[in-house]
């Protein structure tokens, strides 16, 4: 049996191209990717880094139950969702999410769903550091 999920949170960098080549095959017509980044500017204050703390367990048991339901939901083949965790700077690459399948609109909706699922229901926390202060953007740890 193939498999069909890669979930992972790292201190690290991730990797587009890992999980790009963990969801190609060759049944798949498309590869959808979404990678989130570090941008400058939130709500007009310049953002200096983000810092991502995690509950790691539960937040991988999240995210790969979110890639279960994908895959149950949308026609898709596979589906990687890597978080980063730690200090990232602005360019810096907190999330990705690929996903194949044999027609694109499933990929692109099975995309949408792990990424807005992610942000709302996986214990991963994002610390926004400013010139002047900083904020936790969601519930802190």
């Known amino acids: 049996m193939i498999q069909r999920t890669s979930v992972k ?14 969801v190609e095959d060759n049944t798949c017509g498309g590869i959808v990717t979404f990678v989130g980044t570090v941008r400058d500017i939130t709500q007009n204050k310049t953002v200096t880094l983000l810092d991502f703390s995690s509950y790691e367990p539960m937040a991988l048991k999240e995210m790969q139950k979110i890639a279960i339901k994908a895959l149950e939901k949308f026609s898709i083949h596979k589906i990687a969702i890597h978080h980063a965790i730690g200090e990232l700077k602005i360019g810096d ?47 802190h740890p």
Request: glycine share 2%.
């Open 9 to 22: 949170i790292t201190a690290q960098k991730l990797n587009l191209q890992d999980c790009i080549t963990f």
């Open 93 to 139: 690459v907190p999330v990705i999410i690929a996903v194949s399948s044999a027609h694109r609109k499933a990929a692109f909706e099975a995309c949408e769903y792990a990424i807005d699922t992610l942000k709302d229901s996986v214990p991963i926390w994002k610390k926004e550091h400013f010139e002047d202060g900083e904020v936790w953007v969601n519930s």
